[in-house]
């Protein structure tokens, strides 16, 4: 960990104009995804700025000038994490935003666990390293950093928790705010270390209920109750299963032209839900629910379908929908549609991969079952599948299960 107070930061800062490795950090500054160290690079004298090695930039360092032009990082990176975070520093842009506090529990030894993000899955991830803190530093107090409307996930057992009401997309910017509000309340403590925060903590080693205050789906009772499938919809990360609508919807994020457009690409998923809807109850031969979640609620999804999306979300729609996930034998969504938390409770999923999103496979399930389970039950399919293979594929499931289960069962044990 780092140690924010008294300030030690053991962490190599490399210079952005010469390359030496040896920079002194002068101050940090809290920005929001990001903590900046304040640097001077012994070699060249040079200023600049260093991310703190917490969230992504553990893995993914990013340095740039305040005298120059010139800025290190991995180009892998550009476009979603340092030219945000270079453009804002040096275009000043800031937003100012509430924050406030709730004490739980006193403590002078605290670690704090920073799960600020732009990504709804990355501060989900980064919230669950908590556990982990829990378990091994109970004698220090933990205090999480959070958006608001995340709340609802904190775990029973932490000090504190530092609530930043704000819609995601400004944690791209710099919390105006925020720098100054934590630096007043660590005067509190006697000393502070900031943690590393792993973006993806080691799902088999976390009570995912700790969080979610929702038991999974209980495999025992697959065959008991009617097959329900719900779907996991966005209206901003689309189900579009042509070339030439993939292929239109790049046209038009790059010409900026999503706002008059998005009501085509809302029509389009929603006919691609109907007609699937359509294909799973001419291959599945048994009782159907099929449900739909997520945000936005334009269009029409059909009559078999139980529209559960909502035009905004709070703590109580969060747990019906967790509710929703637990019965559900199969969620499906696209890549980014947020499955998460769906992955994690239901019995398993069907996720639809954009071919640009391969290198991103399981980033965002949460699903952990053992064995053949975890295998059977979780499929990942080309975002070009036909209606009839994504069909011929939840049919599978449903009517495989027992037989994988009576396998199991009758696995050799030790008596």
Known sequence: MLTLKPLSISATFVCPDCGCKYGEPQQVTFLGTHILADCICECCENYYYHTLPTGHAAIFP?????????????????????????????????????ISKQVFKEAKEVILLNCLDSCYGHVFLKLLNAQYYLKNDAQKGLIILIPESFQWLLPEGIAEAWMVKSKLSDFNKKISTLDA??????????????????????????????????????????????????????????????????????????????????????????KLIRSLVAAITKSYNHKIHFHATGLGKNGDLGKLVNDCRKSNIDKIGELEWCSLYAKSHIIIGVHGSNMLIPSALSAGFIEIVPRYKINNLTEDIAMNRVGRYMHFLGRYLDEFSSLRLIASHVTSMLNGFPLIKKNMEDSPKDE
């Not at 740039?64 to 010139?70: D, P």
């Not at 976390?206 to 205050?213: E, G, H, T």
């Not at 030439?244 to 389009?268: C, P, Q, V």
């Open 62 to 98: 990013i340095s740039f000038s305040k005298n120059t032009t010139n800025s290190r990082f991995d180009p892998q990176i550009r476009i979603w994490l340092a030219e945000p975070l270079i453009n804002t520093i040096r275009t000043h842009q800031q937003v100012e935003k509430l």
């Open 181 to 270: 509000f934590i630096k007043e309340e660590i005067k509190r403590f006697d000393t502070v270390r900031i943690s590393k925060v792993p973006v993806h903590p080691n799902l088999s080693e976390i009570r995912l209920n700790d969080f979610l205050k929702t038991e999974p789906f209980d495999l025992t009772n697959f065959e008991k109750i009617p097959a329900t499938i719900t779907f996991i919809l966005r209206e901003d990360r689309f189900w579009l299963n042509t070339k030439s609508d993939a292929f239109l919807m790049k046209l038009i994020i790059s010409k900026g032209w999503m706002g008059w457009t998005r009501n085509y690409f809302i029509a389009k998923q929603n």
